[in-house]
């Protein structure tokens, strides 16, 4: 019989795989710098997590607060909350930059991107939510393609926040809502 797995030591993997995504960058993760830095033994490593990019993405994953699906009632009210937490992650310059890196290894790598595909979807869970009830209610076209939706919201507050690497002001959430709403509300 399989010993259970530790909770201790799956939180001294997390952290020192956070230590060395902060300090170094991604590239610089590896399962003996792992173990060297946990002190964790790599078969428990392997017992925990198949590959160090599953680590790597759940230690991310742990870094960043999940998101509640607010329920204002309204489509932009909604939008309004889900967007003011990404900007509030977003606002941490070491999570930006990570997030740049966990895309650019997506590019170049199939099997990370596989991995990290996963728990992007977990992220939009709460987004999908807003715009699955914004649907139900009237307030968005019910023959959208939810995933283009999804990206139509996310797309100009990532551009400007990440990308652009500028501050996102209470007048660009406004104006930007104004575009988003207008652009998934139903043909008139």
Known sequence: MARPLSDAARAKMIQATQEIIALHGLD???IDELARRSGVAKTTIYRH???GDELVLAA???MIEHIEP????ALRGDLRAVIGSFLEIAA???????????LNRSIIDDEFAAA???VKEQRHQPLQLVLQRAIARGDIDPDIDLELALQFVQGP??????IENEDVTDR???VLLDFVCRGLAPAR
């Open 28 to 30: 610089a993760f590896t």
């Open 49 to 51: 997590f198949r590959t």
């Open 60 to 62: 991310v994953d742990d």
């Open 70 to 73: 607010p329920d204002t009632g």
């Open 92 to 102: 941490v310059p070491s999570l930006r930059q990570m997030f740049v890196s966990i």
């Open 116 to 118: 990290y595909r996963s």
């Open 157 to 162: 507050f990532v551009a400007k926040r990440v």
């Open 172 to 174: 660009d959430i406004e």
